[in-house]
């Protein structure tokens, strides 16, 4: 391994377990204000919600959205198996499977 | 089977769905890897001690486009902060634990584990053994991450093409299949919706910054509807 990559690789670990670990550190300490509570369950899918969405309508990065894109389609029909399935596994397969059918068809 | 295995194997037993998600995203990452001219070496070692799947993503972008270390240093930092909101997430259910539990669990806190683990907490049924689950559930996310990405190595090193296969649609389609089920409630809907729509507006941002701005305007949102849910059910009850 080069010099350059494991200064790379050090300070990506470090920045990292640096944020996961930080407020585990002084959990027994940390008091939350209520506001803060409240606005905790709200996370999960705001996240993920930000990181997918450009992700399905500009998968390699300039928009593209028409039926000639494979990750537009697939990202509705995962949606809708997941509203119908309620199944996580058979929503994940479902996704995939339809990208790489569609993605063969087009 | 003693209460804390149960724990451990139900925890890696709902990872599973996930598991099937980030098998195309490890794939693609290492062949990203070797294509971008990281050897071998590093890009294992990427998946070993960074363990953060979209920033290691993000990582060989940069390394291919052969962008300064500092550079993709800061950018891991700011696509990764949202681990931040998961920690904070789950402090009330660690905070009893000693370091010897939070520190491995903090080193393998993904978007993944996270999504599964949260609901586990959220069922306050026996607690004291919850932080097992949560074990499970890391352990089968990183075993499986690392050998996935190694086929990814040894695949990208054969087929040159392999990073143009469109394994990517991984991620999206995963992180849809997290997102639903927390989807309960109009001021959830609102949050989603919101954040979805600034992602879209906050893309010029630098070093994917978008993201963490996007999900504070979901979070604020959803805060903002949900007062003016209890305000309304209020006006109803006078």
Redesign the interface.
Known sequence: MRTRELVMIAGMMGVTFGIRYFLFAFADRIRLAPWIEASLKYIPPAVLIAITVPAVLLPKGDWHISMSNPYLVAGVITTAAGIFTKNLLATIAIGLGAFFIYRMVI | MSDQSKEFFSGARDT???L??AF?FGMIYGALAVTAG??K??AM??SA????G??QFV?VGL?AAQAP??M??LT??IV????????????PY????P?VW??P???W?T?ET??VT?HRYQLNDSLATAHWYQLGSSIAMYLNWQFWSYIGLVLGDRIPDASSW?L????????????????KSR??GI??LT??A???MT?SLPYRS??MV???A??AA??VA?NGCKKRQGMVRV
Not at chain 2, 49 to 52: I, K, L, P, Y
Not at chain 2, 94 to 97: H, R, S, V
Not at chain 2, 168 to 183: E, H, K, L, R, Y
């Open positions: 599973f769905p996930l099937l998600g195309p990281l050897s070496g590093a070692a990427m001690f960074v363990f953060a979209s920033s990582a390394v270390v500092a993709i240093i891991t930092f990764n902060l949202r681990h931040m909101l998961y920690s904070a997430t789950l402090l660690l905070k009893t634990l370091q939070r520190i669990l903090a080193f806190l978007d996270f999504a949260v469109g990517d649609v991984a991620m999206p389609v995963t992180f849809i299949g997290m997102i639903i089920p927390f989807v001021p959830m949050c989603v954040a979805g600034a992602s879209l893309l978008g993201i996007s999900a504070l979901g979070i959803g805060l949900e």
